[in-house]
T-cell receptor, first 111, second 112 residues
């Protein structure tokens, strides 16, 4: 079945530093989604990428979908303490199957 | 999001007991899902439903039962709880495949 591998598992950064998490698949993805889960909270949908090479921005967050649609990344510029949480990528085998989530990257920001 | 609610928020139960976790959504979303979240495993799909009276197994369905007699409700039952089912359970819904999922606040279940 579909698997998405996410790295790193943990990342500790000083406030103001940049942060990147990567998501990789052995198969071509139809699309990929990203979620954020704050400590003690529930996952919250951030964005979906569909097109090969797509780049989308949300303020300090930049999302990329690889040209081969097998990998994706989330980059945060100048992290803030509000960015703390776990970031998950998620993908489906096909349009009608449920999302499979990566294991997530837990981000800690040291003020 | 007030549109998808889970109950209870916390539950402690004994091994061997039956326990039901509730999930209710107010958007008339077709798709509903149950995931469990454990350290080191991320989110794993237990069961999902594409519409009322249609359910299907996910990655880790053993020991769980679901039903969906109404579009808005998707209860998850642990028939005979085991300690390995201690976890945080999230219900989610979406209107269309390919759209983002909206998650409930979760139920933290402890089996002693």
């Amino acid at each position: 079945g579909q698997q998405v591998m996410q790295i790193p598992q943990y990342q500790h950064v000083q406030e103001g530093e940049d942060f990147t998490t990567y998501c990789n698949s052995s198969t071509t993805l139809s699309n990929i989604q990203w979620y954020k889960q704050r400590p003690g909270g529930h996952p919250v949908f951030l964005i979906q990428l569909v097109k090969s090479g797509e780049v989308k921005k949300q303020k300090r967050l930049t999302f990329q979908f690889g040209e081969a649609k097998k990998n994706s990344s989330l980059h945060i510029t100048a992290t803030q303490t509000t960015d703390v949480g776990t970031y998950f990528c998620a993908a489906a085998n096909s349009g009608n199957t449920p999302l499979v989530f990566g294991k997530g990257t837990r981000l800690s920001v040291i003020a | 999001d007030a549109g998808i609610t889970q109950s209870p928020r916390y539950k402690i139960t004994e091994t061997g007991r039956q326990v039901t976790l509730m999930c209710h959504q107010t958007w008339s979303h077709s798709y509903m899902f149950w995931y469990r979240q454990d350290l080191g495993h991320g989110l794993r799909l237990i069961y999902y439903s594409a519409a009322a009276d249609i359910t299907d197994k996910g990655e880790v369905p053993d020991g769980y039962v679901v039903s969906r007699s109404k579009t808005e409700n998707f209860p998850l039952t642990l028939e005979s709880a085991t300690r390995s089912q201690t976890s945080v359970y999230f219900c989610a819904s979406t209107g269309q495949t390919g759209e983002g999922y909206t998650f409930g606040s979760g139920t933290r279940l402890t089996v002693v």
